[in-house]
């Protein structure tokens, strides 16, 4: 269950990313055509790399790869509407494979910053959360600590989050539902065993 959420969320992650890669790609596009049509200029590929780079900056590394493909197409597009006889093939595959490389490129650097500042921001938040949830778990009793525990980790993860105890037991849970809780217990159990028969084996060979 817990691996198909995931599996969801990737898929809805990678869906808005082409979405904003379309959304700014098609801004760009309108105002090329805008600006061909008051000044008559057709050599706009900037516009595109622009919008590849807001696309990387705003969703990140998979977004940019996105749009540079698409912003290929786009770039395509527009020169094969305003510029229809005045380049040849030869050009047009030269425009297009410098446009895709250039953009790729830029994408990149851009969504890799973007990447590197979220996971930076993340770990920030989870450091404070941690923090904070030290200072409340040494001023509270045991029964009140497992859900205090639960409610930090869910915080701190962004998700569900269950406290099992040494015996395999589920003490507290933050979010998630009755079949997320029973397969996080479970694999608790199993990780709760596995120490359990390596800790005897290393008893046995000790002596």
């Not at 082409?18 to 090329?32: D, G, S």
């Not at 709760?192 to 002596?207: F, N, P, Y």
């Amino acid at each position: 269950m817990l691996m198909v959420k995931a599996r969801r969320a990737r898929l809805s992650g990678f869906m808005l990313d082409v979405a904003a890669a379309f959304a700014v790609l098609a801004a760009a596009l309108f105002l090329a055509e805008l600006l061909h049509s008051f000044f008559g200029v057709t050599r706009l590929a900037i516009l595109f790399l622009a919008a590849v780079t807001v696309a990387a900056s705003v969703r990140g590394a998979r977004a940019a790869v996105a749009a540079a493909l698409m912003g290929m197409l786009f770039y395509k597009l527009f020169l094969d509407l305003r510029t229809p006889d005045t380049t040849g093939v030869a050009e047009d595959i030269l425009n297009v494979s410098v446009f895709l490389v250039v953009a790729l490129i830029t994408g990149a650097l851009a969504g890799r910053l973007h990447d590197e500042a979220a996971e930076s921001r993340v770990r920030a938040e989870r450091m404070e959360t941690l923090f904070r949830a030290s200072r409340t778990l040494s001023d509270e009793e045991e029964p009140a600590l497992w859900p205090t525990l639960a409610d930090t980790l869910s915080e701190a993860s962004g998700g569900a989050a269950f406290a099992v105890d040494g015996n395999g037991t589920l003490r507290a849970q933050s979010g998630g539902s009755e079949s997320d809780a029973a397969s996080a217990l479970e694999l608790a159990r199993e990780v709760l065993g596995s120490s359990a028969t390596v800790e005897s084996q290393s008893r046995w060979r000790a002596r």
